[in-house]
């Protein structure tokens, strides 16, 4: 009973310095992160296995773009993200170029392991919207995917090309169509 006890009184003290933070994003958008780290680990437990590896990963394109088109309706509405670029475009001088990461695991921030939304914004109002947001900003965002002739791009967002896993780091091309900021 003395052990019960004490071990009771350690679980209470270990647990004191956790901090519990509550997901806030929308059910669809959580759903949709956990799908594609599913669709992440799945294809980084093949190991070194190169055929199985890709094998797996192919299908899991297949697989998210099927999501995206079905479960999603090629749309995402007030998805919390963090702003990880914002520029002018090049080639449209009226346009405004915009990359927004969601995270993949909370333990891990960084751009470079995240769910990434880009987008070139034309409208005029949110093109000013969003030039008023910073790197790092939170927002809320609404828009829809970008389906060309049946296709849905998938690129990895990853400049370093540490990894040969597209949903480590995986980029859809988008339509936003609504932005505030957090």
Not at 42 to 53: W, Y
Not at 149 to 155: A, H, L, P, S, T
């Amino acid at each position: 009973m003395k052990n019960l006890i004490i071990a009771l009184i350690m679980l209470g003290f270990s647990s004191c310095g956790q901090k519990t933070v509550e997901d806030k994003r929308p059910a669809d958008q959580m759903n949709f992160v956990k799908y594609v780290k599913e669709l992440r680990d799945r294809v980084n437990a093949a190991g070194e296995d190169k055929t199985l590896r890709g094998k797996i990963l192919d299908q899991g394109v297949i697989d998210v773009k099927v999501y995206v088109k079905d479960t999603l309706s090629l749309k995402f509405n007030k998805w919390q993200a963090k702003v990880l670029e914002i520029k002018q475009n090049s080639q449209n001088p009226a346009s405004t170029d915009v990359k927004l990461g969601m995270t993949i695991d909370p333990d891990n921030q960084s751009a470079e392991k995240a769910i990434v939304l880009s987008s070139s914004v034309i409208d005029a109002a949110l093109s000013k919207t969003i030039k008023t947001l910073k790197t790092g900003d939170q927002v809320i965002v609404s828009g829809d995917y970008i389906e060309k002739k049946g296709f849905i791009d998938i690129d990895s967002y990853s400049r370093y090309k540490f990894s040969k896993n597209v949903f480590d780091n995986p980029e859809f091309k988008t339509n936003i169509t609504a932005a505030e900021k957090l």
